[in-house]
C-alpha cells in the first residue's frame, strides 16, 4: 500500500498539515503510520473520504468534539446527527436575527410611532385560571392588566407562589412608561428580577397529591425521582402602543390570531421540542412522549435560564391567547381557531376556551389570557 505524504494527503482532503497535525494530536484523524526515523505522518489514500468528511463538518461549523462523535457512527446514524447539529443551528441563526432585526430599526432611529393619520391603537383583555378536573389545587396564575398580559405555570410543593411571585415581579412595568427602544432591556432586567422572586418563594419540599408535579431542568438526569424542587415557567408580553415586548420561559404559549390565520409564536422550552428541532421526533410523537411536560428552561430551576426576550409589532384587529399547557395540551390548534375567531370579546374567549379544556378531561390547571388590539376611543 503506497502512503501518501502529510503535504499529498492536506492536498488531497483540503485540509491543511497544520488542521491534520492537530486532528492526529486529538485522536480525530491518526495517521496511518509514523517513520520511526523521521516521524513524518503517512496516511493511506482510503483514509480520504474520512478526511474529506471532517473537512466538510468543520465547514459547518461543527465542535471538534461533536465531530469526533459523528466519526464513530455509520452513514445512516451520521446523517441524523448532522441534522440535528443543522436544526439547531438554525434555530440560535432565527433568535439571533430577531435581535438583528430590532439593533437595526433601534441604530437606525426606527422607533415604532403612529403617524398622524393613523388612529392609536389601545389593548383589551382579559385572564382566567382554573383549576381543572383532575388537580387539587390550582399552581397557574394568568394576569391581565392595562399593559402587562401573563401566565406563568408553577410546579413542585411551592409551584403557586412560584408563579405568582414572577408575574408580581413583572407588574411595576404597567407604570413605568418605558420607551419602545428601551423595553427589551427592561424585559432583561425585570426577568432577572423575576428570577429572585421565584427563588425566595420556591423553596424545596416534597409535593402533595395531586399537586400538579413536573419534571424541572435541575431534575433532567432523573425521571423516576420525585420532584422536590418548585419553580415555574413564564410568558407575558409588555404593551407600549404600538409593539408588544415577549419574554418567554418555559411551556407555556403566545398565539396570534392575524387575518383569520392562527399562528404560535413563541418556542416550547422542551426536552421533546429540541428532538422535533433536532428531527429526532415528530410532532405526532411527541404528543404522546414519557417526557412531554420535561422542561429545558424555566425560572427556579438550577440550570436552563435563558429566556427568549423580542419585540412584536402589533396591528388593529390582532387577538393574541397566552396560555399554560394546561390549554395547549388538550385542545387542538383548530379548536383554538375557532373559539379565538368566533368569540365576540376577551371574557367570552377565555370562559369558552377553559370550558373546552375541562370539556377534554381538565387534567391539568387551566389558565389563559386573550388581548385584542383595536384603535383607541378619541
Not at 20 to 30: F, I, M, T, V
Not at 91 to 118: C, I, N, Q, W
Not at 124 to 130: G, H, P, V
Request: charged share 25%; with cysteine; glycine share 8%.
Amino acid at each position: 500500500m503506497e502512503l501518501l505524504t502529510i503535504g499529498a494527503f492536506a492536498k488531497a482532503s483540503r485540509l491543511s498539515p497544520k488542521a491534520l497535525r492537530l486532528y492526529d494530536e486529538l485522536g480525530l484523524l491518526p495517521p496511518a503510520r509514523v517513520h520511526p526515523v523521521t516521524g513524518y505522518r503517512l496516511y493511506a489514500p482510503e483514509q480520504l473520504d474520512a478526511a474529506r468528511l471532517v473537512a466538510w463538518l468543520r465547514r459547518l461549523g461543527m465542535p471538534l468534539a461533536l465531530i469526533r462523535h459523528v466519526r464513530t457512527l455509520d452513514a445512516a446514524e451520521a446523517a441524523r446527527e448532522v441534522r440535528a447539529y443543522w436544526a439547531r443551528v438554525e434555530a440560535d441563526t432565527a433568535a439571533r436575527r430577531d435581535l438583528a432585526t430590532f439593533l437595526v430599526d433601534h441604530l437606525s432611529g426606527k422607533e415604532p410611532a403612529m403617524s398622524s393619520t393613523t388612529a392609536p391603537l389601545e389593548i383589551r383583555c382579559a385572564a382566567l385560571s382554573d383549576r381543572g378536573l383532575i388537580r387539587e389545587s390550582n399552581q397557574d396564575t394568568a394576569y391581565a392588566g392595562n399593559r402587562l398580559l401573563a401566565v406563568a405555570d408553577g410546579w413542585g410543593d411551592r409551584g403557586a407562589p412560584a408563579g405568582a411571585a414572577a408575574v408580581d415581579a413583572l407588574k411595576h412595568l404597567e407604570a413605568d412608561g418605558i420607551p419602545a427602544g428601551g423595553l427589551l432591556n427592561a424585559l432583561e432586567d425585570v426577568v432577572e428580577e423575576a428570577r429572585r422572586a421565584v427563588r425566595d418563594a420556591a423553596v424545596t419540599g416534597t409535593s402533595p397529591a395531586g399537586s400538579g408535579t413536573r419534571t424541572s431542568p435541575a431534575e433532567s438526569g432523573s425521571t423516576d425521582t420525585p420532584a422536590t424542587e418548585s419553580g415555574t415557567t413564564l410568558t407575558a408580553m409588555l404593551w407600549t402602543g404600538s409593539q408588544l415586548g415577549l419574554v418567554h420561559i418555559g411551556d407555556s404559549r403566545v398565539y396570534l390570531l392575524r387575518d383569520g390565520n392562527l399562528s404560535q409564536i413563541t418556542h416550547d422550552h422542551t426536552m421533546v421540542q429540541s428532538m422535533i428541532d433536532e428531527g429526532r421526533l415528530t410532532p405526532e410523537e411527541a404528543a404522546s412522549h414519557p417526557q412531554r411536560s420535561l422542561l429545558v428552561r424555566a425560572l427556579g430551576a438550577e440550570t436552563g435560564f435563558a429566556p427568549d426576550l423580542r419585540l412584536h409589532d402589533a396591528r388593529s384587529g390582532d387577538r393574541y391567547l397566552l396560555c399554560s399547557d394546561g390549554l395547549s395540551t388538550v385542545v387542538p390548534a383548530p379548536d383554538l381557531h375557532r373559539v379565538l375567531t368566533t368569540a365576540t370579546t376577551p371574557d367570552r374567549a377565555v370562559r369558552d376556551l377553559v370550558a373546552l379544556a375541562n370539556g377534554s378531561g381538565g387534567p391539568d390547571n387551566i389558565s389563559c389570557v386573550v388581548a385584542d388590539v383595536v384603535e383607541a376611543d378619541r
